[in-house]
């Protein structure tokens, strides 16, 4: 039995579980919460904005009595890369609302997204850029392109904190990333439930001070599942220590802490 007081999702999607629960009632039983949301759309960001202030506003609430703490990142995702957003993400920046730039990537999963590969590439660019700048963590979604990431490796390096979102595999990549960027970061969800191989290994080789954990809530559900809700954090714990016996809350706790500056 899983007996932790504090979790930390490295990734979650805040406006979009609205559509399918009350992240904070669900949350209600953990006695601290901490997770990065991404947002990636002006819309989404604002939704995202009045929801968590509304919820700020009633005092008896976990978010205003400090057991929950949501970070907050946006960025041009490589599924939608809409480049005129770039302007509205500096803004953010400047005024010190973000905590994280992302998802900024690649993803050539199909054929409607590798289409989209000059767009893609610019977004990729911008919000690189943007992180060093502005000297922000940048969170990567990058499916089927690393060649692609590998080819700003230098930049990266001027970012203080890197973390690959759900990352895929193999341990090879991931080996290759940390001789440039030792102090990377590798997230992992479901599909560590899943039994993937590739993220197994992962999970099994990497060095313990590289290694975070999320859900991707509402999304990267199982597939007798509609959703991932928040609180599955606890059950992604489980299954990670599960499969890396010296894993512990404190390693991923000291990785979150390390990753977003806190």
Not at 9 to 37: T, V
Not at 95 to 111: R, S
Not at 128 to 148: G, T
């Amino acid at each position: 039995m899983l007996e932790i007081s504090c979790f930390f999702d490295a990734h979650f999607h805040f406006f979009e579980c609205l559509k399918y629960e009350k992240p904070f009632d669900s949350l209600g039983g953990f006695e601290k919460y901490y997770g990065c949301s991404c947002a990636h759309s002006v819309e989404e960001w604002y939704n995202q904005k009045n929801a968590l202030e509304s919820e700020n506003e009633a005092e008896s609430l976990p978010l205003s009595a400090g057991r929950i703490h949501i970070l907050k990142s946006f960025g041009l995702h490589p599924q939608n890369p809409v480049v005129e957003n770039a302007a509205f993400l500096e803004n953010l920046l400047k005024n010190n609302e973000l905590d994280a730039v992302g998802e900024a990537g690649f993803d050539f999963f199909t054929d409607e997204f590798r289409q989209n590969f000059d767009r893609q590439k610019e977004a990729w660019h911008i919000q690189v850029e943007l992180a060093a700048k502005y000297q922000k963590p940048l969170v990567i979604h990058c499916r089927k392109a690393m060649q692609y990431i590998f080819q700003e490796i230098n930049t990266l390096a001027k970012i203080p904190s890197v973390l690959f979102h759900s990352f895929p595999g193999p341990i090879e990549e991931a080996r290759s990333v940390l001789c440039r960027l030792p102090d990377a970061f590798f997230s992992y969800g479901k599909q560590i439930l899943n039994g993937n191989k590739k993220v197994l290994s992962c999970l099994q080789n990497l060095p313990l001070k590289n290694i975070l954990l999320e859900t991707d809530a509402p999304f990267q559900h199982l597939k007798d599942e509609r959703f991932t809700s928040c609180v599955e954090i606890k059950r992604v714990y489980q299954a990670a220590f599960d499969v890396r016996k010296e894993l512990s809350a404190e390693i991923i706790k000291n990785n979150f802490c390390t990753m977003f500056g806190l």
